[in-house]
């Protein structure tokens, strides 16, 4: 029988996995990373180290950053020189213990290390000044943009530099949403323009040192920036929602890029939840994505479900379907 690691690497390059990836079983995902400002949970608001608010109100299942005139960052792109500061990168030897300590009893044999880093490039620009303020900003004040862009990058370098000094990770599990469940965010042309150039610096800079897996969450439609996802260095897209028609995908790209999802997590992770409907959309899933460059998953980012047990019930699920297809 494969090790985890030995059968992914089975699944991507197309070659012989005694069974399918069960979700986020192939990466030990270190949250223990330091920072300024940690993340709240439901019914708490939080300031992050970039100085945006989040809300996440009592009964829903996920915050957001709050808009208003009063807490918005970049109130003018022009001048976002005066509202933006990037937090530091460098911390004293106690605050990385934790991660370091937990990057430590990993069995790289099995799986491999993961330093976790959120939000990404284009998240960070619609948090700093509300979607609908970067996205006439990327028509009307490019040069800003490119600017704010070239910033969050530096930031995001010098920070991949303190995390592979530290835990030295395999991979990098990276957010950043960049489209509804039916069309992408930006057109291609602006995405290829603003967005690919950031990514290839920041992907780029990892693989250059050290970093085999470069796993990006996008649990949105992005069908449409797929070959832009290879040339930035992406070897598994996680989120990957159905939406997108992953079998077309996986036929067209599957040499070059694993797709990790399918299974939408609205369909099956909400309050009345059943192991039935759970079973059904795996097995779907399963059988019209198939066995090679594609991981069935939830679409969720990150390795648990909003509602307990939906996330367990997947993995047994799917352990099923291994028993009847390999």
């Known amino acids: ?6 059968n992914l690497q089975e699944v991507m390059k197309g070659g012989n996995p005694d069974r399918f990836v069960k979700q986020y079983e192939f990466l030990d995902i270190i949250l223990e990373l330091p920072t300024d400002a940690p ?57 990385w213990a934790p991660a ?32 609908e303020n970067a996205l006439m900003n990327y028509y009307e004040e490019p040069e800003a943009m490119h600017e704010l862009i070239d910033y969050v990058t530096d ?34 042309a602006m995405f290829e323009e603003f967005i690919v150039p950031a990514y290839k610096k920041i992907y780029g800079f990892y693989k250059e040192n050290g970093v085999e897996l470069i796993v990006h969450h996008n649990d949105a439609y992005s069908a449409n920036l797929v070959p832009f996802m290879i040339e930035m260095g992406i070897d598994i897209w996680q989120g990957a929602m159905s939406t997108n ?11 070059r890029i694993t797709f990790m999802g399918d299974i939408d997590s609205g369909v099956v992770d909400f309050p009345g939840w059943t192991p039935e409907n759970v079973e059904k959309h795996v097995r779907i899933s399963c059988e019209r994505c198939g066995k090679l460059h594609f991981i069935p998953s939830l679409s969720q980012g990150l390795n648990f479900s909003s509602f307990p047990g939906v996330y367990e019930e997947t993995d047994k699920a799917i352990d099923k379907m291994s028993k009847e297809m390999f």
């Open 245 to 255: 028609n992953i079998p077309e995908l996986i036929k067209k790209y599957g040499d």
């Open 39 to 95: 993340m709240g949970g439901p019914g708490q608001e939080w300031r992050t180290a970039w100085g945006v608010l989040n809300r996440w109100p009592e009964g829903q299942i996920g915050g957001f950053p709050v808009h208003d005139d009063e807490n918005i960052v970049i109130k003018d792109i022009t001048k976002w020189k005066d509202y933006v500061k990037a937090p530091r990168v460098e911390f004293s030897d106690e605050e």
């Open 1 to 6: 029988m494969l090790t985890i690691k030995q």
């Open 155 to 188: 930031y995001e370098i010098r920070w991949a530099k303190e995390i592979i000094d530290h835990i030295h990770p395999d991979a990098i599990f990276h957010h950043d949403d960049w489209g509804s469940q039916i069309s992408s965010f930006l057109s291609p």
């Open 100 to 131: 370091i300590e937990r990057a430590n009893k990993v069995d790289r044999n099995e799986k491999y290390v993961a330093a976790f880093v959120a939000p990404g490039v284009f998240e960070m620009t619609h948090h700093l000044m509300r979607m």
